[in-house]
Structure formats: C-alpha cells, structure tokens
C-alpha cells in the first residue's frame, strides 16, 4: 500500500479511539517498553512530545518515568528548518509550536549523537520497520545523523499488517516497534 493511502487510513484509526482509549493504549505501549528494554540510570532517551490533539502516544508517561529513574531526556525542536535535540529536565519550560507540538523554550542543540533510545512518532509501521509519519523526514534525518548503536523505536497503536510499497532510498527503517499487545524486533528479518 502507499504511505498516502496509509498516512490517512491510520490518521482516521487514530481519531476513531477516545482519548480514555488512546491513554490505556499509551499505558500498554509504555509498560511493553519497560519490560523489554529495562532502560537503566543516565542513559540517555531521545522522545517526542506528542500532540495529544492528533491522539499521538502519550508519551509523558515514559518521560515521567526517565525522570524518576535518572534517565536523560532529549526532545526534539525545528530550529531553522532543521530538527535538533534539546535535553530537558523536570523545569524546562515549553511552548506550542505551530504545528501544536510542545517544544522546550531553549534553541540550545545538545549536539547529542548517542542515544541509547530515539522513540519515535509514526501513524504506520510495516513489519520491516519501514513507517508512515506525517511527511516531513525530519526523522530520517535524525537517523542519519545518530550513531549506528542507537535503538531506533516506533511507537505505535497498532499492530503492522500491510506493507509499505513506496519506501523511498533516505528513508531509514526502525529496530523495534512497540504496540500495545508486543515489541517487534526488526532485526529478526520478520515477514
């Protein structure tokens, strides 16, 4: 299937959930990353801020948790027409961008190119870890600019069932999809 043709399938899935729908989903996806990845003190996660409007992730509950066990939080900001990554703490001050996504106040580029974690946002995964976002490639960017080690991680509703036909050459594929029922590990070849 096309990612046009799936970018909106899956935006209409997403908007059918209720929000007390989508927090339990977040919930099951969250407990499933903690439970197959064990992330431990000072590591360092890269995580979106989700627009909750969109019914993304919620994926405040993962950034509680980091906080709570000491586990460095990076988010990322569009900052001249680039994404950067901004470490945040329990203080940090946000604002919404105008695509109503938070975003810290700080321009300041961590320069980062470690993570143990970039949990990323997607609308649809295949079960090669090619996915559908929005469109923009700001993450495949990400991903070509983090060190090969990273744990690239999709986080997702839904469970991968048709395969992405037009997967473009820059376009970089996941390790891990985590759904509410699994993780996926695309290093296993799964068809």
């Keep these: 299937m096309q990612k046009a043709e799936l970018r909106k399938q899956y935006i209409q899935k997403r908007k059918a959930l209720s929000s007390d729908e989508a927090f339990l989903l977040s919930e099951r996806i969250f407990q499933n990353f903690v439970h197959y990845f064990d992330p431990k003190e000072t590591e360092k996660v890269h995580i979106f801020l989700p ?6 992730v919620d994926t405040q509950i993962f950034i509680n948790y980091f906080f709570e066990h000491q586990i460095r939080v990076f988010v990322p900001k569009v900052a001249g027409g680039q994404l950067i990554s901004v470490e945040i703490f329990q203080d940090t001050t946000f604002v919404t961008s105008s695509w109503g996504i938070p975003e810290p106040v700080s321009d300041i580029d961590s320069g980062e190119k470690y993570f143990d974690y970039v949990i990323t946002p997607l609308l649809y995964c295949d079960r090669k870890g090619n996915r559908v976002g929005y469109g923009k490639g700001f ?3 990400l991903f070509q600019n ?6 690239k991680i999709g986080v997702n509703y839904f469970d991968p069932d048709e395969y992405i ?3 473009w050459e820059n376009d ?3 390790d891990y999809l985590v ?3 699994e993780v996926l590990s695309f290093f296993k070849g799964l068809e």
């Design 146 to 151: 983090v060190l090969p080690e990273t744990k």
């Design 179 to 181: 759904t509410p029922a």
């Design 165 to 167: 036909d037009d997967v």
């Design 139 to 141: 993450y495949d960017g």
């Design 172 to 174: 970089v594929p996941l």
């Design 51 to 56: 627009i909750l409007e969109k019914k993304e």
